[in-house]
């Protein structure tokens, strides 16, 4: 960091070579002082729509959804833009609502945090929100509980808005399960389908899992601060002791995984596509599993003095781009090949959020990025399984780039993106991330680039079998192009899908984040910038020739291939994920709670019951008692009293 | 001044005897309902009368408020002294909230009881009455008195309307709880020899009794602590003296699910609170690590035989063994986060089990049975019904937002904060806790719709009216849990002090001066 942009940055602490930004917030005026609002009206709407049950609101409920959420989308927008018009060092934004919690020394206010971190999120959430609200007006349309649906995804855009607005963990912690109770209510959407009610619940107790970290993290920053507040903390963190860090960010790395679906707390993500597509696009691509991303980024005062955590944050993601690049190549259901790949992209953010103040901007570019061209392909599959009587096999699809034509040139233009294809935002924002990564390390930087490379090989494979080649299609289908009201916000989606790397214009978005993540000198890279962009280009292409190869020249059977090499079939069951689950956890532990049932009747009761009635010689009155009511129930209640008078008088007498 | 403790007292006892004395209702005229109607005024009266006292309140005044002291026995000491400081309050709002619910949603409960309906309200309104005593008793005396006197009531309850097996259980509950009344006659007559021998000749107002016992001689004092709290943990129920709490959940009407749960249960965790730390606070602390683990113990063991159950209030049952360890545990760490937390905890706990009780017993009731495989797709049939045994499932599980969250989030900061062990255990309850109220949500409402629910009428307007105000406040509590807070606090800081501890401090403390900027 040089001394001319430390000095525009006055209360950035150094340390160790970069700086970890203190913030310091400015009271909400003018039009900041409507931040609560952003977040009342979903959570408003979603009150009236549920409360006011199915029947009642049917006739508005859609309507009333989307303008709750187009509502908060104008305040975020206005707000941005007045933040943008600030200087640089009043870009903190503070908004105390109510004191929440107030224990002795302990205190968790309801108050927001409004900073370019969460300006950004709140554009995102609103923005991409409001366009997949639109889309299920089409999309649900003929659902008899619709109504029931958009109270749903009123309650989860508030929750998360919670969750990115609140200035600390007690606050992040009600939108990161508020998000999970929506997500489980919407993944079980059709709960009558047990499958859909299973993953509900399954996504809801793995991330469960990872709440422990997001619990014991609170607790720790409480125990060593006396504070849960961001700002406090920002001020202080470079203070305490490097082992209290590297726990803290651990736990709240263990959090992430839950939240975001990294490895090892993956499995829920592929499941939890049983819920109706726009939830796929908005809960499960665009947003919530991003939020272990903004809370590795929001904690950069945390990470930033623990290299052991970055580590670990580094080696989750790498693992996890690639984890979920090879299940996206197997799946033939492409809802599940989108989520695999929605792993795998987060898995990219979080590489790069591991990378300190050198990535934090990076990860949030490709969030925003993949925000938009995810759930641009999220809600143009759906448009396609709407063609296709809701059939989700990719085996069945097909030659549809004529019957589908704008949902065939919005999806590709999500493809292009998400390859990477030069000039798509794509390029931009995972660029970026393999460059830094190959300046952190050589070996995380192959990996990164390699999981390029798969990436345009199971996106390829998903546009060819979808919009290419034979019509395979189920008997009685046939494929229409979805209402305008389905394929606008598809058109806005990949417009921004084509064009959301003019973030990065000028430095714009990393300087931006500067004041809420820091920044810090380039490190050396062993080549220029552009040489790492043909390289990645290059690595892209051969990924696509590999998929033109071998489904696009190749009839796709209707079927899947059973017999098939050992990686094709592992990739198939999700790298063995849930079968390691089910052998380590889920059935040991059905043993251990049936033995512990057993023990409590048999062992704890039998033992208990014959003490007492040993104890107290009772055994013969035990079944005597059991007869006659009012008279045993005197004798008990007599003999102790009798034994009362008699004690007290007996130590009276002495 | 008035007497309002006493009235609060005497007014559900009064409503008790009146409905007995109303004529019962015989076959062959129109139901009427009058007891209900009648037991149900009463309960809304009391209700005013506390909700007087909780506003009256002074949150800044003396400790213990509304105090009435009279001299009952004078050669022991004995008094009627009633008095609340907000760990008391708390408790006596919880009963006079609960009671009104209660009554209304067991309405037809007492129809074929092995008494008249009259006696099945009666008894209620009467537990009420008692219950109110206990948590308002300044007198070791006449607590124990009270204490005991709140089984009569509960063992008629439990044995006179419920299940086929009722007999069995509530003989069980009462050689249980007269067990642990013996351990604790065996501390009050304890109590009063070392009371004799001190200056002031005999005493059990406990204003006078704890500055004697603060400096009592170490082994006397952690014998007589040992009375108060076997009987106390068995009374909550605390593993492992748990067993008679599955047994009379299973036998029990709904409605005395509940009164005994979420309000009788507490009378353990709150006497170790008042009781075990007021009076010994020695061997409070020499205890704690014994009875911390015991606590964790609870958690992991209530939670985990939770899940394996098959009966849904027997399952009930074993979660509130979990989270009743919860309770003890933020009592016994001894700072002011976890006690605040637990107090908190005693009264959120009672709501969410209430509702969960209530809720489960209108869908036992109307399907004849109480196991969780006979049921199937009742979402689909009963969307209201569904939707509250949600919610009442998700306070049960913690969920920010929902007030149990805040109550057991304080535990664990208090438990971390005293010894981060026990909080890295304790805290696999929340994952138990997913579990077994999810799997139970999955297994009963979702899915197809099994034949035997297809017909399943949804909430009536009463069922929805009792458990309206419990999900209400559970809400608003959830986000605004000052009024609470405010009382709890200052009782828990004399608490602390009696005890002679103060609260760890942070090792880097942070600023707070920025925040209070934004704050003005």
């Known amino acids: 960091m040089t001394s001319s942009s430390a000095s525009l940055f006055p209360r950035l602490a150094e340390e160790g070579g970069h700086a970890v930004p203190v913030i310091h917030q400015v009271p909400a005026d003018g039009v900041f002082a409507l931040l609560w609002v952003i977040i009342a009206l979903p959570a408003l709407g979603a009150a009236i729509i549920l409360l006011g049950g199915g029947n009642r609101t049917k006739g508005f409920a859609h309507l009333l959804g989307c303008a709750t959420v187009l509502g908060s989308f104008a305040i975020s927008l206005v707000s941005f833009f007045a933040l943008l018009g600030r200087d640089e060092t009043d870009r903190s934004v503070g908004q105390f609502l109510w004191t929440w919690v107030d224990a002795g020394s302990f205190r968790a206010d309801m108050a927001l945090l409004y900073d370019p971190l969460s300006a950004l999120f709140l554009l995102l959430i609103t923005g991409v929100g409001s366009l997949i609200h639109l889309y299920s007006i089409g999309y649900m349309e003929h659902d008899e509980r619709r109504a029931r649906f958009f109270g749903y995804l009123n309650l989860f855009v508030a929750a998360m808005l919670m969750l990115v607005l609140s200035d600390n963990y007690l606050g992040v912690f009600l939108g990161w399960e508020g998000v999970g109770l929506a997500s489980y209510l919407l993944i079980g959407f059709w709960q009558h389908k047990p499958s859909a009610a299973v993953a509900a619940k399954k996504a809801f107790v793995v991330n469960r899992v990872g709440d422990i970290g997001m619990a014991l993290g609170t607790m720790l920053v409480f125990a060593t601060f006396g504070t849960v507040a961001f700002a406090p903390v920002s001020e202080v963190a470079g203070e305490a002791p490097t082992a209290t860090m590297t726990a803290l960010g651990l736990l709240f790395l263990l959090a992430a995984c839950g939240k975001s679906a990294q490895v090892p707390l993956q499995s829920w993500l592929l499941d939890a596509m049983e819920g109706p597509t726009p939830v796929s696009a908005l809960i499960h691509a665009a947003t919530m599993v991003t939020a272990g991303v903004y809370l590795v980024v929001r904690s950069n005062f945390i990470y930033d003095y623990t290299e052991v955590a970055q580590t670990a944050v580094v080696v989750v993601g790498t693992v996890t781009l690639l984890w979920g690049a090879i299940i996206g190549c197997a799946k033939d259901d492409i809802k599940k090949a989108l989520a695999g790949s929605t792993m795998s992209q987060i898995g990219y953010m979080m590489l790069a959020a591991g990378l300190g103040p050198y990535g934090y901007a990076f990860a949030i570019f490709h969030l925003l990025t993949h925000g938009f061209f995810k759930a641009n392909m999220f809600l143009g599959a759906g448009s396609v399984m709407h063609a296709m009587n809701d059939d989700v096999d990719m085996r069945h699809y097909g030659a549809l780039q004529k019957a589908v034509p704008v949902t065939f040139l919005t999806f590709a233009m999500g493809y292009l993106a998400i390859i990477g294809f030069p000039g798509f935002s794509g390029f931009w924002s995972k660029d970026k991330i393999i460059e830094a990564s190959f300046g952190e390390s050589t070996l995380v930087g192959l990996c990164a680039l390699v999981g390029a490379g798969i990436t345009a090989f199971y996106m390829t494979r998903v546009m060819l079998m979808t919009f290419f080649g034979q019509k395979r299609w189920e008997e009685g289908v046939h494929p229409h192009e979805s209402p305008k009201i389905m394929t606008v916000p598809l058109i806005v989606l990949a417009a921004l899908s084509v064009l959301g790397g003019l973030l990065l214009f000028g430095d714009f978005v990393t300087d931006w984040l500067t004041p809420a993540v820091g920044a810090v000198a380039h490190h050396e890279l062993a080549f220029a910038p552009w040489v790492f962009s043909l390289i990645v280009t290059v690595v892209v292409a051969v990924g696509v020739t590999i998929a033109w190869l071998t489904v696009g020249r190749n009839e796709v059977p209707r079927t899947a291939p059973q017999n098939v090499s050992f990686v094709t079939r592992a990739a198939r069951a999700d790298l063995y994920g849930d079968a390691l689950n089910e052998e380590l956890l889920m059935r040991p532990g059905d043993r251990f709670v049936t033995g512990l049932v057993g023990f409590d009747d048999k062992g704890v009761d039998g033992v208990v019951n014959g003490t007492g009635t040993a104890f107290a010689g009772m055994s013969g009155t035990f079944r005597k008692l059991q007869t006659g009511y009012v008279r045993s129930y005197a004798l008990s209640v007599l003999s102790g009293a009798v034994l009362v008078v008699v004690a007290l008088l007996a130590v009276n007498l002495t | ?520």
């Open chain 2, 1 to 520: 001044m008035f007497p309002w403790l006493t009235a609060a007292l005497l007014l559900p006892i009064l409503g008790a005897v009146v409905v007995a004395l109303l004529p019962s209702p015989s076959g062959d005229q129109p139901r009427t309902d009058l007891p209900q109607k009648v037991a149900l005024g009463f309960s809304l009266l009391t209700l005013l009368l506390v909700a007087v006292i909780g506003v009256g309140f002074d949150v800044g005044g003396e400790r213990y408020q509304f105090t009435e002291t009279y001299t009952w026995i004078e050669s022991f000491g004995a008094h009627y002294a009633l008095g609340v400081d907000g760990i008391g309050l708390t408790l006596v709002i919880l009963t006079a909230i609960l009671t009104p619910v209660v009554i209304l949603a067991s309405w037809r409960d007492g129809d074929n009881g092995r008494w008249g309906v009259n006696s099945f309200f009666a008894w209620m309104l009467a537990l009420e009455g008692l219950a109110i005593g206990v948590f308002a008793a300044m007198d070791v005396f006449l607590f124990y008195v009270l204490f005991e006197a709140t089984l009569i009531p509960i063992y008629f309850l439990i044995g006179g309307f419920g299940g086929a097996r009722r007999s069995y259980a509530a003989v069980k509950f009462l050689l249980f709880s007269l067990l642990g009344g013996l351990l604790m006659l065996a501390s009050v007559v304890g109590l009063y020899v070392v009371s004799a021998s001190s200056e002031g000749g005999p005493t059990y107002l406990l204003t006078e009794l704890a500055p004697i016992t603060a400096s009592i001689d170490t082994v006397t004092g952690r014998w007589l602590f040992l009375g108060f709290f076997i009987a106390f943990a068995i009374k909550a129920p605390m593993f492992p003296v748990h067993t008679w709490l599955p047994d009379v959940a299973q036998e029990s009407t709904p409605g005395t699910s509940v009164l005994l749960v979420s309000i009788l249960d507490k009378i353990g965790t709150f006497g170790m609170l008042r009781f075990c730390l007021g009076l010994f606070p020695e061997a409070s602390q020499w205890a704690t690590p014994v009875v911390l683990v015991l606590a964790v113990a609870s958690v992991l063991y209530g939670g985990l035989v939770a899940i394996g159950q098959k009966s849904i209030p027997r399952l009930i049952a074993y979660t509130s063994v979990s989270h009743f360890g919860f309770i003890v545990m933020g009592i016994f760490v001894l700072n002011s986060y976890g006690q605040i937390g637990s107090t908190l905890y005693m009264f959120n706990h009672g709501l969410s089990t209430a509702a969960l009780f209530l809720v489960t017993g209108f869908l036992i009731n109307r399907r004849g049975s109480q196991l969780i495989g006979d049921f199937g797709g009742v979402e689909k049939v009963a969307p209201v019904l569904a939707g509250t045994f949600l919610v009442a499932g998700l306070s049960s599980l913690s969920l920010p937002g929902l007030s149990p969250f805040i109550s057991e989030f304080l535990v664990l900061v208090g438990t971390f904060t005293h010894n981060w062990w026990y909080a890295v255990f304790a805290v696999l309850g929340i994952v138990l806790a997913a579990l077994y109220i999810l799997l139970t949500y999955q297994r009963t409402m979702t899915g197809p719709t099994v034949e035997a629910v297809r017909g399943m009428r949804d909430l009536n307007l009463r069922e929805v009216g009792a458990l309206a105000p419990l999900l209400l406040l559970i809400v608003v509590l959830g986000f605004f849990p000052k009024p609470l807070t405010a009382i709890i606090d200052p009782a828990v800081g004399h608490t602390l002090e009696q005890v002679g501890v103060s609260d760890p401090q942070p090792d880097v403390p942070a600023p707070t001066a920025a925040e209070e900027e934004i704050n003005q």
